[in-house]
Nanobody
C-alpha cells in the first residue's frame, strides 16, 4: 500500500506564496518521477510540474518562472514552491508518484488565490 500525504494548501491573496509538500510512504518500488497536477471543476487534470529521478523537470508554461519543484529523495517527499500566485492558479492540487509498480495520487489539497 502506497500513501501520499499532501499539505500546504490554503487561501492566499494574489501575488502571495504557498509551499505544497507531499510525502510518500509504504511499499514503494523504484520511483521514476514525482510531481504535481491540478484540476478545477469541469476541466481535465493538468500537469503543473514534475521531476524525474535524474533531476530533470517539466513545468506547465503558465507556471514557469513562478513555481519551483524540488524533491528530498531520502524522505520520498516532493515540494512545490508557488510564488506570484494568480487567481487562475486556484485549483485542487494533486501529488503524483510514478513508479515501476504503478502510478499513485494524493488526496488533493485546495489552493485558492483571491484577487
Amino acid at each position: 500500500q502506497v500513501q501520499l500525504v499532501e499539505s500546504g494548501g490554503g487561501l492566499v491573496q494574489a501575488g502571495g506564496s504557498l509551499r505544497l509538500s507531499c510525502a510518500a510512504s509504504g511499499r514503494i518500488f523504484s520511483i521514476n518521477a514525482m510531481g504535481w497536477y491540478r484540476q478545477v471543476p469541469g476541466r481535465q487534470r493538468e500537469l503543473v510540474a514534475i521531476m524525474s529521478n535524474g533531476g530533470s523537470t517539466n513545468y506547465a508554461h503558465s507556471v514557469k518562472d513562478r513555481f519551483t519543484i524540488s524533491r528530498d529523495n531520502a524522505k520520498n517527499t516532493v515540494y512545490l514552491q508557488m510564488n506570484s500566485l494568480k487567481p487562475e492558479d486556484t485549483a485542487v492540487y494533486y501529488c503524483s508518484l510514478r513508479t515501476i509498480g504503478g502510478d499513485y495520487w494524493g488526496q488533493g489539497t485546495q489552493v485558492t488565490v483571491s484577487s
